[in-house]
């Protein structure tokens, strides 16, 4: 066959298209670059406890190369946000949809050349509504304290009292009722919705009481109202043009930790106790290079706070080799080495919560070697430094692990009668019930009546509120 046949015979051919030229990438900064929240030109946390270097430190853990997720504000409040626009954008082109004319939000950080300052105050009304608050049952608190109108509060006790005298949940019930404006105005004025200063306040206070009185679930339930803390709504610039969270810091703290608790997620808190961290390295910088001695050792017991509780909550994940590892970055300090020791020993690593140890022979240290020895069942010679320490100070905590150590030794009848004791000296903190009643479980069989006879008895002592958990009930 020729040519010409096979070339008749031939169907029709793809014809390669030519090969298209691409435009190179543009040199673009996202969330994700280093250099995007430029706190000091020369600090990057390694650690928490870390001491700012001249120089950064490249840390895969540190929250200054972690991503950061996008800011989002409170569902209904702050600025709206910008019309969704799916079709892209070309310099000088305009967008097919309406565009809002609110303002985005602008990133706390950005240059206040940038920023466009507040033409209202920011208003916290969300945080004012009382469908967000749950009622508060008191099923759970014995009927001793609950039938007792003596010892009851009356509606006008202002709420610092309630908190000095331990009645938590009336302290929680008066800090909603202040904030949802349920309450006597004449006594809880109910705040402005742009006083973020009392509002915080009061809702600090009530979220702090619910875990005090075994509410924490509840807790976190309400704390999601307060939605993204590092949204740019809780941020504002002063008239020094520094950048400033309206937020306290200890709310914002516990914020963390019952936001960890509400979606089941520790990691979520160790990434949030982190950026809390870089935040606290930054104001750390700025104290100590305008030698600000007060603020210096502020941040610095912050930021030593931070390192524990990023070891706690490593711990709570059953992280226990990565909380050790953690544990050995943490700097000495006075005032860590007991939380450190306590982890240590939680961890199960006696010397190393002997190695918290300075040999200064301090009140704190004996407890410590005190504890050390009871880890290592060494019950005798731990009894031994407890009757020594009860010698030097009248703490309930000594005389409740001296009763431990002699119900390990086999006498327990002492054990119980030395909490008894402290019961009718007038002493009634959760961990003394709790051992007490648990005595009372070991010695008999019909509990239950000595139980009920002791929440009697120190609903008869103390104003302070007790829940049916601190006597097994």
Known sequence: ?????????????RTRSAVKATRPRSSTKGPLDADEIP????????????????????????PNLAPQHPRMLPYGHGPPPRSPGPHPRTPGATS??????????VPPNTPGALRRGPTRPKDFAYLLRPEIYHPLTPLNVPPAFRNNQAKQPSPDTPIPDLLARGQFRAAAIAATQALTGTGDPNVLPQPDPTD?????????????????????????????????????????????????????????????????????????????????????????????ATHDNSARELWKERLGDLGVRVAGALVEMKDLEGAAEHLKGLRDGEKMGMSRALLWLHLGDVEA????????????????????DMADADYGSALRKWEGLREETDDEMVGVNMAVCLLYLGRMQEGRALLEEL???????????????TMYE???????????????????MTEEERTNADFKL
């Open 39 to 62: 706190i000091t030109p020369n600090v990057a946390l390694n650690h928490p406890l870390a001491v700012p270097a001249p120089s950064p430190v490249s840390n895969p853990l540190s």
């Open 196 to 288: 973020h200063v009392r509002i915080f306040d009061l809702l600090y206070t009530r979220l702090a009481c619910l875990t005090l009185i075994d509410s924490t679930s509840l807790a976190a339930q309400e704390v999601k109202a307060l939605g993204d803390l590092n949204s740019a709504f809780y941020f504002e610039e002063t008239p020094s043009g520094n950048v400033v969270h309206l937020v306290p810091w200890e709310l914002r703290v516990l914020n963390i930790r019952l936001s960890a608790v509400g979606f089941g997620d520790l990691r979520r808190a160790i990434m949030s106790f982190y950026e809390l961290a870089r935040e606290a390295r930054g104001n750390l910088a700025e104290a100590m």
């Open 96 to 105: 097919p949809l309406p565009r809002s004319p609110a303002h985005s939000p």
């Open 423 to 437: 019961v009718s000296a007038g002493r009634a903190s959760h961990t003394l019930l709790f051992n007490l009643t």
């Open 442 to 460: 070991l010695c008999t069989e019909r509990s239950r009546g000595l139980k009920v006879k002791l929440t009697e008895k120190v609903a008869g």
């Open 1 to 13: 066959m020729d040519a010409s046949q096979s070339s008749g015979q031939k169907g029709h051919t």
């Open 353 to 372: 919560a002997r190695g918290c140890v300075s040999g200064e022979n301090t009140v704190a240290e004996k407890v410590v070697l005190a504890l050390c």
